[in-house]
């Protein structure tokens, strides 16, 4: 007859068979990934539906609508201990990481920039690395590659231009959002704080960065129509709030290397919706780009990440 405690021990067969994923981790998963989703539709909703040459203007009517909005639902403001913390992650994932985005990619190919971008699985494992704040897998690290592989070979141009400016502003976003996921797993939430304070915090704290960009970078007329109110309405609410709620969120409970996987929804997303949409062909070797960078992300998710040092 077993004692009690062997009785409360896992057989090595449940041991087998007990999921590395959590009904909460996919849940937190499947929601994140709305995210970049909703962001890959910027590119659609920006040559669609908002004044031309007015990047700066986009970005911070996308950041600081969403970030009044979401301290709406959820007032408050961030302890003493915490400011200087919500500041740099607003830098980070909204001040920095919007005007480099945007440069990239008025400089860049669509595809060179997608390819840089969606490096940042790589760089968060480099990042964890050298700080010592979380180890790797290999084959984490080999389904982040497959991923990026896969947009590069899905977000492929006919013509590759290399423009220096463009590189590097989108290689400084890369590695800022990167480092601002980074922080945003290590610090959490302050304790008895509303995640969502947080987030209306970062959007606008990075709104307020962006807006001295204005007169600097923008030079188109600012022609407001009803299609542009929709426009910016949609990159707001949705692709502000909502989408980096969601994100945020996700990236608080989710390891570091998961959430960043998920990024490559995003050029995705927009691939599909030039090619559905605006009648942009894609060729059977984007289109197996296209689902080598799906395996690579979803299946990243499924490796079991070991616990940080």
């Not at 981790?25 to 590119?43: E, K, N, Q, R, S």
């Not at 704080?193 to 307020?208: D, F, I, K």
């Amino acid at each position: 007859m077993r004692t009690r405690h062997e009785q409360a021990q896992p057989t090595d067969a449940r041991r087998l068979l007990a999921p590395r994923v959590t009904p909460s981790t996919l849940v937190f998963t499947a929601t994140a990934a709305l995210a970049p989703i909703m962001w890959g539709t910027t590119y659609l909703v920006t040559t669609e539906l908002l004044p031309p040459d007015r990047p700066m203007t986009a970005s911070v009517l996308r950041a600081i609508p969403a970030g009044l909005l979401l301290l709406l639902i959820a007032p408050g403001i961030p302890g003493k201990g915490w400011r200087l913390k919500t500041a740099t992650l607003g830098v980070l994932n909204i001040g920095l990481f919007f005007p480099m985005l945007f440069v990239a990619a008025y400089r860049l190919p669509g595809g060179i920039a997608a390819v840089v971008g969606s490096a940042q699985p790589l760089v968060i494992i480099a990042i964890s690395t050298a700080l010592g704040w979380g180890r790797t897998r290999p084959v984490q690290l080999g389904w982040a590659v497959v991923a990026v592989a896969g947009v590069a070979v899905a977000a492929a141009s006919g013509t590759v231009r290399l423009d220096a400016i463009g590189l590097a502003a989108a290689a400084v976003g890369t590695v800022s959002m990167a480092m601002g996921i980074t922080l945003t797993k290590r610090w959490g939430v302050a304790p008895n704080t509303n995640p969502l304070t947080s987030t209306a915090w970062q959007l606008l704290v990075g709104g307020l960065v962006i807006c001295p960009l204005i007169p600097i970078v923008d030079d188109g007329a600012w022609t407001v129509d009803a299609h542009a109110v929709i426009g910016y309405a949609w990159l707001a609410v949705m692709g502000g709030a909502v989408a980096y709620s969601l994100w945020f969120r996700g990236a608080r409970n989710l390891p570091t290397t998961n959430i960043a996987l998920l990024g490559v929804l995003s050029p995705l997303t927009a691939a599909v919706l030039g090619w559905i949409i605006l009648g942009q062909n894609m060729t059977g070797l984007q289109c197996l780009g296209f689902g080598v960078a799906l395996l690579g992300s979803i299946a990243g998710q499924f490796v079991k990440t070991p616990s940080p040092r």
